[in-house]
């Protein structure tokens, strides 16, 4: 079964310091691998995503991700937090083509709270 | 730059009503969603739908639930007859492709939904 995990509730960090939040996965086959941010009273909004090819990839507001296959991990990082970068994060999966579900159904993490402050 | 829209933005209603959710998807998209969020809890998915037919469904989307597309335009979730653990916040979602090709969902604000 596909899962994923976001090992913190919240992540504190002062403003212009880098940043993680950390996710982990399991899928069965390749994993398609997505973050996304949600501002209060906000929907989801698509922050980056990993399909194949380059292992850090760059996605909006400054942000990227670096896929680890060993590791299973999918880390958003940003190397200098802004006030405004305040959310809540998701980290989402699903199987490529050739998985047991090629629908587009995403799993998503519990969501890391991300807090910066001045 | 085209959003997803979803009316209404809060809905309240009592144990064992009808509720219609309302969402209107990109124009150009084919492939449309609902997930739901309990209060506290991962972002849960419920239902896709592509070529006026449900895709796959998850065990959370009994015979309470139902999706319509009426109108080419309009992608409805209704809940026949609500329960008290139906309260949460619904999102729906779209996409230009199948996730297969590797396309983002992308989602509306979301209904929150009460149930009293």
């Known amino acids: 079964a596909q899962s994923v995990a976001q090992p913190e509730d919240q992540v504190n960090v002062a403003e212009g310091n880098p940043l993680t939040v950390k996710c982990t996965y399991s899928?069965?086959?390749?994993?398609?691998l997505f973050w996304y941010v949600q501002y209060p009273n906000r929907g989801l909004q698509f922050l980056l995503k990993?399909?194949?090819?380059?292992?850090l990839v760059k996605g909006s507001y400054g942000f990227e991700a670096e896929f680890n296959k060993s590791q299973t991990s999918f880390h958003l990082k940003k190397p200098s937090a802004l006030v405004s970068d305040s959310a809540l994060y998701f980290c989402?999966?699903?199987?490529?083509?050739?998985?047991?579900?090629?629908?587009?159904?995403?799993?998503f993490g519990q969501g890391t709270t991300l807090q910066v402050k001045p | 730059e085209p959003e997803v829209t979803q009316t209404p933005s809060h809905q309240v209603t009592q144990m064992g009503q009808e509720v219609i959710l309302r969402c209107v998807p990109i124009?150009?998209?084919?492939?449309f969603y609902w997930y739901r969020q309990i209060l506290g809890q991962k972002v849960e998915f419920l239902v896709s739908f592509y070529n006026n037919e449900i895709s796959e469904k998850s065990e959370i989307f009994d015979d309470q639930f139902s999706v319509e597309r009426p109108d080419g335009s309009n992608f409805t979730l209704k809940i026949r007859s609500t329960k008290l653990e139906d309260s949460a916040m619904y999102f729906c979602?779209?996409?230009?492709?199948?996730?297969?090709?590797?396309?983002?969902?992308?989602f509306g604000p979301g209904t929150r939904l009460t149930v009293t």
């Open positions: 989402a999966v699903r199987e490529s083509l050739g998985g047991s579900s090629n629908t587009g159904k995403l799993i």
């Open positions: 990993y399909i194949t090819g380059d292992n």
């Open positions: 979602a779209s996409s230009i492709a199948r996730q297969g090709g590797g396309n983002e969902q992308y």
């Open positions: 124009s150009n998209h084919l492939y």
């Open positions: 899928v069965s086959g390749n994993p398609y």
